[in-house]
């Protein structure tokens, strides 16, 4: 399985690391919500695989950003 993916931001923290997915995407609620699953699938790969890597607990976290 290939995926390919970026991680908008990582932090380093006492406990492990903390990933954060920002999505912008410009939707009435109910798409969001359609959309969310996907999102969540993708974020839990990018967290399986950096623990994977790292060797550590990675905490990861969607952030929805409504631009104005």
């Known amino acids: 399985v290939l995926i390919e ?5 990582v932090v380093s923290t006492d406990s492990g690391m903390s990933i954060v997915d920002w999505k912008t ?9 359609s959309r969310v699953a996907g ?5 839990g790969a990018y967290r399986d695989m950096l623990a ?12 929805r950003v409504r631009l104005v």
């Open 39 to 43: 999102y969540e699938s993708q974020i």
């Open 25 to 33: 995407d410009d939707v009435d609620e109910s798409a969001w919500k």
């Open 52 to 63: 994977a890597l790292c060797g550590t607990t990675v905490n990861a976290k969607l952030e």
């Open 5 to 9: 993916g970026v991680i908008d931001a």
